[in-house]
Each structure stands twice: as C-alpha cells, then as structure tokens.
C-alpha cells in the first residue's frame, strides 16, 4: 500500500510526542521507584527485534558512557592451517554471543559453551557450568546465546528447584538444563539435565553437526534447530527440528523439512538426510501458537541438479504450530538456491501501523539485501513480490534452475547494484586494472547469476547483504535498523576430476565442488569502491531508506597510513533503544559506536580489544541505572583476534 509524506510526518510527530510523553514519565518514576527493563531473549524478546525501550542514555548524554565493568571467560582458541580428523583447517574461535537478563541476573555463554551466571549490575559472577566440550574438536566454535525458561505459576524471583531453567546448545549437539539460580543441571530434563541432540540422526562425523543459536521457548516447549556443515556432501545429516518438553526433556514433536510426498525417513529408520537446515534463530508468537524458523539452502550450496524437489523448504521461513509442528504457512526467498542464500537472520515480528490499523507482520531479511514483509498469521506478503526472470545462461550440466526469482517490491533493496568491470577499483591504478581484469574474466548476468567452471561474479556473496546480526526494528515507528555487507566475491565450480581432497566445498555426491572467495585486489582489498559495508535505517511503512553511512574503518586492519577507508565488512549487528540511539559492533575494526536514531550521526564510540562481532544489548536495572553490553571476540575468519570480552558501559553515577 502507499504511504504519503504527509502520512509519514504525522507519523513522526505522534512518535516524537510519545517518545516526550514516555520521557516524562520515566523521569518522574525515577524519582519514586525504578522498575527494570529486563532483556530476556536473544534479541530482547522471543519475537526478535534488538530493542528495548530503556532510555536513560539518550543522545544528549551518552558521550559519557564509561566501563562499568568487564568479564572474561578464558576460552578462546586460536586458528590453525590444519587440524582434526577432518584434515582442513581449524579457525579461531568466535565469541557472538548476546547475553540475556531475568531477575537481575545476567547468563551468557563462551564460545566452547561455558554458561556463567553474573550479577548484572556488578558483573560478579554468580556460578558458572562447564559442559565439558572438546574445544578443538569443532570448526567453527561459537555460542550465541542462551534462553530462560520460567515454569508457568513459578513467581518471580523464582525459589524453586529448576523451577527456572537456562536452556544451552553446544557444538556437540546436546541440549542441557541448568538451574538459573545456581547453575546445577536439571537432573529430570532428559537424561542427568542433557539431551542428546543426534539421537535420530544418520551417521556423520561430530564436526558437522552442532547447535550454536539459543533455543527457542514456547510455553512447555524449547525447540532448537542445528548447523550441519555445509557444502561438504549430500547426505549431511537431517535439518531436522525438534521441540521437548522443558521439564521433562522428552521429545513432542520434530519438523523435517521435506516435501509432502517424499519419504521423511531414511531406509534405516533415521530422520531424512540431506534437508534444510535451521542454523539461526528461531521466533515464536505464544499468542497464536506459532514457531517461526528460518532455513538454510539444502547441501550443498552451489549444485543443485540432485534435489529432486527436496529443497521445497529451502531459504524459506517457516511458520510451524506449536503444539505438533505441522506447517501452518511457507514463503521462499530463493527458489532451488544454489548460491548459499539461505536465510541468516530471526524472523522479526512486530505490528506495522497500516492505516488506522496494526497489522501482525514478519519482516525477514536476506543475504541479497532483500525484505520480505509477510503477514505473520498467513504468510502471504503485505505489499507484492514479483517473480522476475532469473540468469540462465552458464548452468553446468545436470543443473536445473528456477526460471525466475522473488524480489519485494515496497521496501528497498539493501544491495541492488549489478557489479560491472567498470565497477572496478583499487588503492592504485594497478590493482585497480588488476580488478577489472578479474571482474571481465567472471561470468557475470547479475543477481542469481549461475555457478560455473569458469567462475561466476557472486554479489553479495554468502555473507551478505545482511546477515544474522540484523534487523533491529523500533516496534512503535516500523524504523527498521540493519547492517549490509557489501563485499564482491565469486564462486566457480570445478569437475570432480580436478578436485583436490580438501572437504571444505567437496559437495561429495555431485560432479562438482567448489570453490568460493571474496573478489579482491593483489593488495588485499575489495575489488569495489568502499564503503564495503553500511548501517542503513529504513522505513518500512513507507518504503524508504532514510540514511545510510559507512559503518567501521580500517583502523584495526591496515598499517598507517590506510586507516582513512570508510565502511569495512563484519558480522554482527545493532541495537535500537528508547533513548534514540542504535549501538553497533559488527565490524572489523575494535570499537563499538552510538549512532543518532533519526540522522545516523556518531555520537560515542570507545575502543575494544577486539572486533566485537557480536549484538549489543541493553537492560536497566532494579535501581534505575541502563547498561549495555557487548561481547568482544572476534571472528573466526581471522579477520580480528580471538577474545572473550565481556563488557558493559553505563553513564557515570553523580554524587548528589
């Protein structure tokens, strides 16, 4: 539907009026009682999001937001060329984790799946638990997030036995309890407080089974999907998910995406191998009864002539019903994808102010800077999706393409420019003729521009467009807060006789494996104009982008003097607050930053010890004070050193 200026502006204005309003009212609460803001899901609430209304750190004052305190686990692992059964390499370790607040307490968990309990206005730890993971036995360790669990009748603060549960997932596939107030398992969940999520799986190598996003909670249920490692073989073990009683830790229902039709079940009675998985984070809306998960591309990324149909769900969000896991409603963003366009980030429920009216909507992003805005209860889109013809031309033998591909038609697309040799450019004139020759050299039709031999100029690569940091979305305006890589990369594949062992893009199975990488200089930077990656705002009711601005430098990644670029690539993502700020890691470099809502301007930033590629959060506690945390890790591309950084910054408290 179109949405005027006019409409626009009024919209503002009422905002702007309640935001005074509710200023007003936190200041003269204040006086008299300070009642928390807690954070108690990944992104702040189980319907996703990354905002909380705390706003006492406001624009006019968060220039003085100084270190309250930091905490650090001691787990981090540095890469190495190779290790393992497996023979490849083994990556730095990664520390992505968003913690959670309930009850004052603070739960957050290291890269190998420590989970520690602190006190979330001192940072003391409380206790911590140790599950035992083999930290070189995974390839990529990381560990977003943990969930909360409160038995229903249970009041808070809770006092009862397991009667509030932390819920983790580890690299080796278990699923574990622990007693929020002490840390101790739950000895009635499953077997001694774990279950073991590889239960119904056909078999694999524990490296390419893991789960490093924090479950989702429904009511009695927590639910978890899985990373299986892709691009390796065909029949990687099954996507399947599955939800379990939160008590108990029995098994109710599993959801393994494959088409009406086709056998669920492999011959040996294990869950189908080979299907979609669920890497990221999962959504759920308790008032109706819905699970919303977002998949992967079926294995292996970049071939697809073997699927047969089995892909139905592939990068695709699914709505699920709660109580058996059926499907109640699917929306594909990429049809037989064969570009590893799977879809990254939490689907996003909010309430879009249409008209006079709130509609229940999902927004969900994709890795080709493309959001799709559904109607949460039926999945159909709010504003039209226009199937457009898709690139054709080159697809290897054996590969069966889909004819065209979706593209939203309302909100704008994040990373739309067709990438043209003239496209090209470099610190010098020659690398920068050295980068038109590469871009000439690729196969190159655009967006969904098929795999080949020869190479194909894949743009946004794998990392995005966005990606599973983002979006964070105002709940109150529909201002959508989102992170956009914008790094040229390619994607070839090769015929099984020229592959070497290496299995890290086998696609055993197939005739071809493959080979990715970013599309960059003989100096090592992109191929393309910078910024390289962008903070973009977008109103989602009216269309529009209100800004965009580079987000991050080479400060932390280039000898001086090339510390002058704009706009480096990352993963993680941002935060929306009541106070008018977005704060955000998520780049290479060592900072963390705070951005005017409305205009985009740096207001604040303080140097890290590492890249935080993680997403800040934020909660005020029983006294009135705001914090934010953020996690600084780095990255396993080793693009930033390994850390396990903890740190929360507050507004210095006045002696009055």
Not at 80 to 108: C, K, W
Not at 427 to 449: K, M, Q, Y
Not at 537 to 561: C, K, N, Q, Y
Request: charged fraction near 15%; glycine fraction near 10%.
């Amino acid at each position: 539907m179109a949405v005027d200026r006019e409409s626009r502006r009024y919209r503002q204005v009422v905002a702007a009026v309640a935001r005074i309003g509710c200023a007003a009212l936190f200041l003269a609460t204040s006086l008299v009682r300070a009642d928390a803001i807690e954070w108690p899901a990944w992104a702040g609430s189980a319907a996703g999001g990354h905002y909380s209304p705390a706003a006492q750190i406001t624009r006019e004052n968060v220039a003085q937001l100084e270190l309250l305190w930091e905490h650090r686990s001691g787990d981090t692992r540095q890469g190495v060329r190779s290790s393992g059964d497996h023979g490849g390499p083994r990556t730095s370790s990664s520390f992505q984790a968003t913690p959670i607040v309930v009850d004052e307490l603070l739960y957050y968990c290291s890269p190998f799946n420590k989970v520690f309990a602190l006190d979330s206005v001192t940072g003391t730890e409380r206790w911590r638990f140790d599950p035992g993971v083999d930290p070189n036995a995974d390839l990529l360790p990381n560990c977003r997030g943990v969930s909360y669990w409160r038995s229903p009748g249970a009041q808070a603060p809770v006092a009862g036995r397991c009667d509030a549960r932390i819920f983790v997932g580890t690299l080796d596939a278990r699923l574990i309890a622990l007693d929020a107030l002490d840390g101790t398992p739950c000895e009635a969940f499953g077997a001694a407080g774990t279950v073991d999520v590889t239960a119904g799986l056909s078999e694999h190598v524990a490296y390419e089974y893991s789960i490093t996003s924090p479950p989702a909670i429904i009511d009695n249920l927590v639910i978890t999907g899985s990373m299986v490692l892709d691009n390796i073989r065909v029949d990687v073990p099954s996507g399947v998910v599955r939800a379990y009683d939160a008590r108990s830790g029995e098994l109710r229902w599993a959801f393994n995406p494959v088409p009406k039709g086709q056998a669920a079940l492999n011959p040996d009675g294990t869950f189908r191998s080979g299907t979609t998985n669920v890497w990221s984070v999962i959504s759920v809306d308790a008032e109706r009864g819905l699970v919303f998960v977002p998949t992967g591309n079926t294995s292996p990324d970049y071939y697809g002539g073997h699927r047969n149909g089995l892909d139905e769900y592939s990068s695709s969000v699914v709505a699920l019903n709660a109580r058996d896991g059926s499907v109640a409603w699917s929306f594909q963003t990429v049809h037989h994808d064969v570009w590893d366009y799977d879809v990254p980030s939490q689907p996003t429920l909010v309430e879009l102010p249409l008209g006079e009216a709130r509609t229940p909507a999902l927004v969900q992003l994709t890795k080709m800077g493309h959001t799709f805005v559904l109607n949460r209860e039926t999945g159909t889109p709010i504003w039209p999706v226009e199937e457009r013809p898709a690139p054709q031309e080159g697809a290897v033998p054996g590969e069966q393409l889909s004819p065209t591909q979706p593209y939203p038609t309302h909100v704008p697309i994040l990373n739309n420019v067709p990438l043209s040799p003239d496209d090209a450019w470099g610190l010098t004139p020659w690398d920068r003729s050295v980068c038109r020759e590469r871009i000439e050299a690729l196969h190159n039709r655009g967006l969904f521009t098929p795999p080949t031999p020869q190479g194909s100029v894949f743009f946004p690569g794998n990392g995005g467009g966005n990606n599973w940091g983002s979006p964070a979305i105002d709940p109150d305006t529909g201002i959508m807060i989102v992170m956009t890589n914008r790094v040229p990369s390619f994607v070839s594949l090769k015929p099984r006789s020229e592959c070497g062992d290496n299995p890290l893009g086998a696609q055993l199975g197939t005739p071809y494996c493959s080979d990715t990488g970013w599309l960059v200089s003989p100096l090592g930077v992109p191929c393309t104009e910078p910024p390289w990656a962008t903070l973009d705002a977008v109103d989602l009711v009216a269309g529009e982008i209100l800004w965009s601005i580079p987000l991050g430098t080479t400060r932390h990644m280039a000898p001086f003097p090339f510390w002058w670029i704009k706009g480096v690539p990352g993963i993680g993502g941002p935060l929306l607050t009541g106070g008018g700020l977005v704060f955000s890691g998520g780049n290479l470099d060592f900072y963390l930053r705070a951005f005017d809502r409305d205009s985009g301007a740096e207001l604040w930033r303080t140097e890290l010890p590492t890249a935080a590629n993680a997403v800040p959060m934020t909660y005020q506690s029983a006294g009135g004070r705001q914090i934010v945390v953020v996690a600084a890790g780095g990255h396993w591309s080793g693009a930033s050193p390994p850390g396990d950084h903890l740190r929360a910054y507050a507004l210095p408290v006045r002696a009055d």
